[in-house]
Protein backbone atom coordinates (compact mmCIF):
# COMPACT_ATOMS: atom_id res chain seq x y z
CA UNK A 1 0.00 0.00 0.00
CA UNK A 2 1.27 3.46 -1.18
CA UNK A 3 1.41 5.96 1.67
CA UNK A 4 1.09 9.53 0.55
CA UNK A 5 3.36 11.93 2.10
CA UNK A 6 2.90 16.07 2.65
CA UNK A 7 4.99 17.68 -0.49
CA UNK A 8 7.43 20.81 0.57
CA UNK A 9 4.75 23.56 -0.31
CA UNK A 10 1.45 21.68 1.49
CA UNK A 11 4.06 21.38 4.25
CA UNK A 12 4.75 25.36 4.04
CA UNK A 13 0.95 26.10 3.51
CA UNK A 14 0.21 24.56 6.63
CA UNK A 15 2.65 26.38 8.66
CA UNK A 16 1.93 29.76 7.08
CA UNK A 17 -2.18 29.07 8.28
CA UNK A 18 -0.72 28.38 11.90
CA UNK A 19 1.43 31.21 11.68
CA UNK A 20 -1.37 33.44 10.87
CA UNK A 21 -3.77 31.90 13.87
CA UNK A 22 -0.98 32.43 16.10
CA UNK A 23 -0.65 36.26 14.83
CA UNK A 24 -4.60 36.38 15.43
CA UNK A 25 -4.69 34.67 18.96
CA UNK A 26 -1.38 36.11 20.64
CA UNK A 27 -3.18 39.36 21.11
CA UNK A 28 -6.46 38.33 22.08
CA UNK A 29 -4.55 35.97 24.30
CA UNK A 30 -2.01 38.61 25.84
CA UNK A 31 -5.14 41.12 26.42
CA UNK A 32 -6.75 38.34 28.73
CA UNK A 33 -3.82 37.95 30.37
CA UNK A 34 -3.61 41.80 31.29
CA UNK A 35 -7.45 41.90 32.13
CA UNK A 36 -6.76 38.43 34.52
CA UNK A 37 -4.38 40.54 36.08
CA UNK A 38 -5.90 43.87 36.51
CA UNK A 39 -8.72 42.23 38.09
CA UNK A 40 -6.20 40.14 40.69
CA UNK A 41 -4.64 43.86 41.73
CA UNK A 42 -7.89 45.36 42.12
CA UNK A 43 -8.87 42.75 44.48
CA UNK A 44 -5.52 43.21 46.15
CA UNK A 45 -5.63 47.26 46.04
CA UNK A 46 -9.50 46.77 47.62
CA UNK A 47 -7.45 44.95 50.72
CA UNK A 48 -5.19 47.34 50.71
CA UNK A 49 -7.93 50.19 51.24
CA UNK A 50 -10.16 47.64 54.27
CA UNK A 51 -7.06 47.23 55.88
CA UNK A 52 -6.66 51.23 56.33
CA UNK A 53 -9.82 51.62 57.38
CA UNK A 54 -9.48 48.65 59.73
CA UNK A 55 -6.67 50.89 61.07
CA UNK A 56 -8.50 53.90 61.49
CA UNK A 57 -11.52 52.18 63.52
CA UNK A 58 -9.22 50.99 65.99
CA UNK A 59 -7.29 54.40 65.91
CA UNK A 60 -9.82 56.97 66.94
CA UNK A 61 -10.30 57.55 62.60
CA UNK A 62 -7.04 58.28 62.15
CA UNK A 63 -5.14 56.61 59.08
CA UNK A 64 -1.44 55.31 59.22
CA UNK A 65 1.21 58.12 58.49
CA UNK A 66 3.71 57.62 55.94
CA UNK A 67 7.17 56.16 56.83
CA UNK A 68 9.83 58.27 57.94
CA UNK A 69 12.63 55.73 56.38
CA UNK A 70 11.44 56.00 53.06
CA UNK A 71 11.21 58.89 50.63
CA UNK A 72 8.65 57.75 48.02
CA UNK A 73 4.88 57.15 47.56
CA UNK A 74 5.11 52.99 47.85
CA UNK A 75 7.25 53.05 51.25
CA UNK A 76 5.08 51.81 54.14
CA UNK A 77 6.40 51.56 57.52
CA UNK A 78 6.67 48.01 58.93
CA UNK A 79 4.01 48.68 61.75
CA UNK A 80 1.92 49.38 59.62
CA UNK A 81 2.32 46.69 57.47
CA UNK A 82 2.35 44.12 60.30
CA UNK A 83 -1.01 45.12 61.21
CA UNK A 84 -2.23 44.35 57.67
CA UNK A 85 -0.77 41.01 57.39
CA UNK A 86 -2.55 40.17 61.16
CA UNK A 87 -5.37 41.70 58.93
CA UNK A 88 -5.63 38.68 56.42
CA UNK A 89 -2.85 40.35 53.56
CA UNK A 90 -0.10 38.04 52.80
CA UNK A 91 3.08 39.44 51.54
CA UNK A 92 2.27 38.47 47.66
CA UNK A 93 -0.87 41.16 47.90
CA UNK A 94 1.56 43.80 48.17
CA UNK A 95 2.97 43.24 44.79
CA UNK A 96 0.76 44.04 41.76
CA UNK A 97 0.93 40.52 39.40
CA UNK A 98 1.81 42.85 36.53
CA UNK A 99 5.06 44.33 38.11
CA UNK A 100 7.41 41.41 36.54
CA UNK A 101 10.45 43.13 38.32
CA UNK A 102 8.58 43.41 41.86
CA UNK A 103 6.98 39.54 41.68
CA UNK A 104 10.20 38.17 40.86
CA UNK A 105 12.53 39.91 43.19
CA UNK A 106 9.95 40.59 46.21
CA UNK A 107 12.34 39.68 49.25
CA UNK A 108 14.89 42.24 47.98
CA UNK A 109 11.24 45.25 47.81
CA UNK A 110 10.32 43.79 51.20
CA UNK A 111 13.11 44.71 53.56
CA UNK A 112 14.42 47.81 54.19
CA UNK A 113 16.61 48.21 57.52
CA UNK A 114 13.96 45.39 59.29
CA UNK A 115 14.25 41.39 58.89
CA UNK A 116 10.95 38.86 57.70
CA UNK A 117 10.89 36.06 59.80
CA UNK A 118 7.58 34.69 57.39
CA UNK A 119 5.28 35.74 59.41
CA UNK A 120 6.21 39.31 60.39
CA UNK A 121 8.37 42.15 59.80
CA UNK A 122 10.71 43.43 62.65
CA UNK A 123 13.16 46.21 62.71
CA UNK A 124 14.06 50.07 64.11
CA UNK A 125 12.87 52.93 63.80
CA UNK A 126 12.83 53.99 60.29
CA UNK A 127 12.04 49.99 58.93
CA UNK A 128 9.87 50.18 55.68
CA UNK A 129 9.01 48.01 52.68
CA UNK A 130 8.47 49.41 49.05
CA UNK A 131 5.02 48.14 48.12
CA UNK A 132 3.78 48.13 44.72
CA UNK A 133 1.09 50.57 45.33
CA UNK A 134 1.05 54.12 46.47
CA UNK A 135 -0.71 55.74 49.45
CA UNK A 136 -1.81 58.91 49.59
CA UNK A 137 -1.56 59.82 53.07
CA UNK A 138 -1.12 63.17 54.72
CA UNK A 139 2.02 63.67 56.31
CA UNK A 140 2.93 67.78 57.81
CA UNK A 141 6.88 66.69 57.19
CA UNK A 142 8.76 66.58 54.02
CA UNK A 143 9.64 63.06 53.38
CA UNK A 144 12.21 63.55 50.65
CA UNK A 145 13.74 66.61 51.79
CA UNK A 146 12.37 68.59 48.57
CA UNK A 147 8.98 67.87 47.88
CA UNK A 148 6.69 68.34 51.32
CA UNK A 149 3.00 66.66 50.84
CA UNK A 150 0.82 67.74 49.52
CA UNK A 151 2.44 68.45 46.61
CA UNK A 152 1.08 69.53 43.49
CA UNK A 153 2.69 69.44 39.79
CA UNK A 154 0.40 73.28 38.66
CA UNK A 155 1.48 72.65 34.97
CA UNK A 156 0.89 69.29 34.37
CA UNK A 157 -2.56 69.66 36.55
CA UNK A 158 -5.83 69.40 34.79
CA UNK A 159 -8.27 68.58 37.60
CA UNK A 160 -7.36 70.57 40.52
CA UNK A 161 -5.60 69.65 44.07
CA UNK A 162 -5.56 65.75 45.16
CA UNK A 163 -6.80 65.10 48.63
CA UNK A 164 -4.02 63.82 50.74
CA UNK A 165 -6.19 61.64 53.55
CA UNK A 166 -5.29 62.13 57.33
CA UNK A 167 -8.06 60.14 58.54
CA UNK A 168 -11.72 57.91 57.69
CA UNK A 169 -13.95 61.32 58.15
CA UNK A 170 -12.82 62.74 55.08
CA UNK A 171 -16.04 64.06 53.18
CA UNK A 172 -16.85 62.31 49.81
CA UNK A 173 -15.30 59.48 50.59
CA UNK A 174 -16.14 57.93 47.62
CA UNK A 175 -14.00 60.30 45.22
CA UNK A 176 -11.09 60.24 47.79
CA UNK A 177 -8.22 58.46 46.73
CA UNK A 178 -6.40 55.87 49.03
CA UNK A 179 -4.57 53.25 47.26
CA UNK A 180 -3.14 53.50 43.70
CA UNK A 181 -1.60 51.83 41.73
CA UNK A 182 2.40 52.52 41.00
CA UNK A 183 2.89 54.59 37.72
CA UNK A 184 5.79 56.07 37.97
CA UNK A 185 8.05 57.84 35.61
CA UNK A 186 11.20 60.22 34.87
CA UNK A 187 11.22 62.57 33.29
CA UNK A 188 12.84 62.25 29.47
CA UNK A 189 11.93 64.71 26.87
CA UNK A 190 12.64 61.69 23.80
CA UNK A 191 9.72 60.08 25.33
CA UNK A 192 5.88 60.47 23.98
CA UNK A 193 4.50 61.54 27.24
CA UNK A 194 7.81 63.35 28.33
CA UNK A 195 8.64 60.20 31.05
CA UNK A 196 10.01 57.21 30.60
CA UNK A 197 7.92 54.96 32.51
CA UNK A 198 9.74 51.72 31.69
CA UNK A 199 12.95 51.98 33.71
CA UNK A 200 13.78 54.33 37.11
CA UNK A 201 17.23 55.06 37.27
CA UNK A 202 17.40 57.61 39.68
CA UNK A 203 16.55 56.94 43.37
CA UNK A 204 15.18 53.91 42.47
CA UNK A 205 17.77 51.82 41.29
CA UNK A 206 18.83 48.54 43.14
CA UNK A 207 22.48 49.57 41.60
CA UNK A 208 23.95 46.16 43.75
CA UNK A 209 21.82 44.23 41.50
CA UNK A 210 20.98 46.01 38.36
CA UNK A 211 17.17 45.80 39.40
CA UNK A 212 14.80 48.87 38.31
CA UNK A 213 11.44 49.79 39.97
CA UNK A 214 8.87 50.00 37.01
CA UNK A 215 5.56 51.29 36.83
CA UNK A 216 2.75 48.29 36.47
CA UNK A 217 0.58 47.59 34.20
CA UNK A 218 3.17 48.71 31.21
CA UNK A 219 2.36 49.11 27.70
CA UNK A 220 5.50 50.15 27.22
CA UNK A 221 8.32 52.38 28.27
CA UNK A 222 7.05 55.19 27.51
CA UNK A 223 3.20 54.26 28.46
CA UNK A 224 1.11 52.74 30.48
CA UNK A 225 -2.10 50.63 30.59
CA UNK A 226 -3.60 52.79 33.36
CA UNK A 227 -3.86 51.75 37.08
CA UNK A 228 -6.58 50.63 40.21
CA UNK A 229 -7.60 53.48 42.22
CA UNK A 230 -8.60 52.64 46.03
CA UNK A 231 -11.11 54.66 47.50
CA UNK A 232 -11.60 56.18 51.31
CA UNK A 233 -15.43 54.21 51.01
CA UNK A 234 -13.69 50.61 50.01
CA UNK A 235 -14.42 50.62 46.07
CA UNK A 236 -11.92 50.26 43.38
CA UNK A 237 -12.06 51.70 40.08
CA UNK A 238 -9.53 51.21 36.99
CA UNK A 239 -8.55 54.45 35.57
CA UNK A 240 -6.95 54.46 31.83
CA UNK A 241 -3.45 56.27 31.71
CA UNK A 242 -4.60 58.87 29.65
CA UNK A 243 -6.82 60.30 32.87
CA UNK A 244 -4.25 59.95 34.95
CA UNK A 245 -1.86 63.24 36.00
CA UNK A 246 1.94 63.76 37.58
CA UNK A 247 0.67 64.57 41.16
CA UNK A 248 3.72 63.99 43.12
CA UNK A 249 7.66 64.34 42.36
CA UNK A 250 9.73 66.28 40.12
CA UNK A 251 12.50 64.43 38.19
CA UNK A 252 10.93 61.02 38.96
CA UNK A 253 7.24 61.70 39.47
CA UNK A 254 4.01 59.48 40.58
CA UNK A 255 0.88 59.59 38.63
CA UNK A 256 -2.73 58.61 39.21
Known amino acids: MKVRAFTLIELLVV ?11 LPALRKVRAQAKQRVCASQVRQHALAFIMWADQNDGKL ?7 SWLWDLDIETVNFMLRSGMIKEMFYCPSNPNMTKYMDHFWTYNCQWDGEKLTGGDGAFIVSGYCYILE ?3 SLDGVNPKPAIRNDENKTGPKKWLRT ?10 LCVDATVGQRDASMKYGYNFGTITAGGTWAGQRIHDRSNHLKSDEEPFGGNIGFLDGHVEWRQFRDMEGRYGNNICFWW
Open 168 to 177: VTESNAANAE
Open 15 to 25: IAIIAVLMAIL
Open 139 to 141: NDT
Open 64 to 70: PLPTHGG
